[in-house]
């Protein structure tokens, strides 16, 4: 019997799929919302609460080494909560939080390991990103070639001391006249004037200045000049890829730290530290180094036209030049000042934005890694 092809009907059937994955129903139980490694199980939700509460607990006592052991040990940076879930949002935050255990930081390899650790993960992309410009540019800068670069002559990159500027030299006729003035009217203020004269003294010999500088820095367009320098030795510590301990801005903190000056950026080049305990040093380390020294002076003569702070900055570098072999001259201190300076003032013009988001954020007392997070973001938006 022939079966004719117009009198039987077939549904087709298509061959299957070869290249497709199988599909499966999603089951009802709650351990698929869970984000599973291959071959690995997922860690209980309580033991992750526990762990970052520890770790939050690490970062309000400033200890870098637990904070750092912990988010080393996190394969996937992420955060659980209570059924088991990553919820994003806060595993970056609680990354940044790392940088704001440093300043209490003895070992400042550990801070080296916490910058790159977030480097790896991708929070900080700019961060060292300006290390080879000291091999770029000539290396022979006069005051003619500062100048042209710049449009400043040396002189306005030369931190102002007492009784040399006129500043100060108007200050002390003012003073001078007011006494003058006192005593034709019958007050006496010499007695007074005495003590005065004797606490700043003390305050200058044995706190090195740090109460008088206190009460300055309540003045606000002193306070913002100190800002705008150490934000200078910050980001160009930061694009330069030298870890930064913290920012000092109080001066009484900053004495019991040992810090010279009214206020200090720690920071530390751990190449430059290497080759010092090998007893040598490399033109590109010591290059560094003199560009993050010489980048608050840079900075105060790139906002103000002229710089005023800075003589410890200029003090530490004689320091470091006389203890090369051979040491320097005093005509290569002097140029390599000039180079060093000139170094930090292009790098500050190039990220201007970025280096007033930095004074911005000193000024609202943001944390370390608030700061370097709004560095971050205005680098970003220059793009």
Known sequence: MALCASSLHLKAIPPPNLFSPPTFSRPSSRASYLRLERGKAAPPASRALREWREYEEAVKRKDLASALRFLKSQSVPGDFDEVGM????????????????????????????????????????????????????????????????????????????????????????????????????????????????????????????????????????????????????????????????????????AMQMGIQGQAGTQFWDDKMDKELAEGRLSGTAFDRYSMVLFAGIAAEALIYGDAEGGENDENMFRSLCVLLEPPLSVSQMSNQARWAVLQSYNLLKWHKQAHRAAVNALDSGYSLSMVIRQIEEAMSSQK
């Open 86 to 253: 990553y919820p994003y949002g806060k595993s970056e935050e609680r990354n940044w939080e790392v940088l704001d255990t440093c300043l209490s930081a003895d070992d400042m390899k550990l801070v080296t390991s916490a910058y790159a650790l977030l480097k790896d993960r991708g929070f900080l992309p700019n961060f060292g990103k300006f290390r080879s410009i000291v091999l770029e540019g000539p290396r022979e800068v006069t005051p003619t070639v500062l100048k042209s670069s710049t449009g400043l002559e040396v002189t306005r990159f030369s931190p102002k001391k007492w009784g040399l500027d006129r500043t100060s030299s108007a200050l002390l006729v003012a003073f001078l006249g007011g006494v003058s003035v006192l005593l034709s009217q019958g007050i006496d203020i010499r007695p007074n004037l005495a003590v005065i004269l004797g606490l700043a003294f003390v305050d200058s010999v044995f706190l090195g200045g740090s109460c008088l500088a206190q009460i300055s820095s309540y003045w606000p367009p002193y306070r913002r000049r100190i800002l705008v320098h150490e934000a200078g030795h910050l980001l160009t510590a930061y694009l330069m890829g030298c870890p930064i301990r913290g920012v000092i801005l109080d001066p009484i903190v």
